[in-house]
């Protein structure tokens, strides 16, 4: 039996360009549910405000049936013996967040001695930042990181307009605020791609998963779903971003909630599968390093059987015409 309302907890608004639409392009119905998603770290109306630290015991507790995100504590959790968190899906594979530079910054080296403006420092953001500055010639040791909070409801474009006052040559923000930053007379520095869990990592409590079947497969199942229609319907997509995301996040150009839609799009995986170069660029920008941590190996945190028996069934093949057409995205493998 399918539960009727399955309850998620976003660990940050730059996921909810897919969650929205997951939520609001009535896949879920089709798979006998109602999705209701709550956002930690922003102010959103109707809402409370949730703190990040509230993420991984309101799952355990029952508050919440799966996160979004949770990609570093997990491991923790199962070092001291805790072992109810599971990895049952990943959306993307790729980091998509963008370096805003002014003319004069060409490429990462240019930062060395410089201010680089940050909203972030978890290490599946910031750390993979200076990971990829630092395989594009940059020299971490010489860069100032200044700190720049989001709006309330998570917009970067106070990190825009301070990279276009001359506050610092960078920032790193999500898109489509690179969009914004070009109208500015900004450009988007070329970063080198690094494959890292990013985003939209679905995390449930492996008592809840036994508990709920059913449910899990319905699930995941609507995930499929979900992307499916992000990369196939664009004009809904896009409405449906413009009446939610860009509300919160300052955006109200359809160029841009285009931009954003863009990409998404090139991003997600048809076949929400970890991909191995991902896992472990995460897991060494925090978990590796740590002794009381890295007794956990990278893949334990994750179960794909539930996604693999859906994808043994031909489900997603069929959804996207072929095997070929339902491809994830490739990821670079410098790591």
């Known amino acids: ?151 309330d409801g998570g917009s970067y474009k106070a990190a825009v307009d301070a990279v276009a006052r001359g506050d610092a040559p960078a920032a790193a923000l999500d898109p489509p605020f690179d969009r914004q930053g070009e109208k500015q007379g900004l450009h988007r520095l070329d970063v080198p791609a690094v494959p890292v869990i990013h985003n939209a990592t679905m995390c449930a409590n492996r008592e809840w998963i036994t508990a709920n079947e059913d449910t899990t497969h319905a699930f995941l199942r609507s995930m499929i779903d979900a992307i499916h229609f992000f990369k196939t319907e664009k004009q809904k997509s896009c409405e449906i971003m413009e009446q939610t995301i860009a509300r919160h996040i300052e955006v109200s150009s359809a160029d841009e909630v285009e931009h954003l839609w863009s990409t998404w799009a090139a991003l997600l995986s048809p076949k929400p599968f970890p991909h191995p170069l991902a896992v472990w660029n995460v897991y060494n920008l925090d978990v590796a390093h740590n002794t009381k941590a890295n007794v956990v190996g990278p893949f334990e945190i994750w179960d794909t059987s539930i996604l693999r028996d859906i994808d043994d069934s031909g489900y997603i093949d069929e959804l996207y015409g072929g095997p070929e057409e339902a491809a994830n995205p490739h990821v670079n493998a410098a790591i």
Not at 48 to 68: K, W
Not at 75 to 103: C, E, H, M, P, S
Not at 109 to 120: C, F, M, P, R, S
Request: proline share 4%; with cysteine; charged share 25%.
């Open 1 to 151: 039996m399918v539960k009727s309302q399955i309850n998620m907890l976003c660990s940050s608004m730059s996921h909810m360009p897919l969650l929205y639409v997951w939520r609001d392009s009535e896949v879920t119905s089709q798979h006998g549910f109602e999705l209701r998603i709550d956002i930690t770290g922003v102010r959103i109306p109707g809402q409370r405000f949730i703190r990040h630290d509230e993420r991984a015991p309101s799952l355990l507790n029952g508050t919440y049936d799966v996160l979004s995100g949770l990609h570093i504590e997990p491991y923790y959790y199962r070092a001291k013996g805790d072992k109810r968190f599971v990895y049952l899906a990943q959306a993307q594979n790729d980091w998509d967040d963008r370096v805003i530079a002014t003319q004069e910054v060409r490429s990462p080296a240019d930062l060395n001695g410089k201010k680089v403006i940050i909203t972030a420092t978890a290490p599946c953001v910031f750390g993979n930042l200076k990971h990829s500055l630092e395989i594009g010639g940059a020299d971490l040791s010489t860069i100032e990181w200044v700190r720049v909070g989001r709006g």
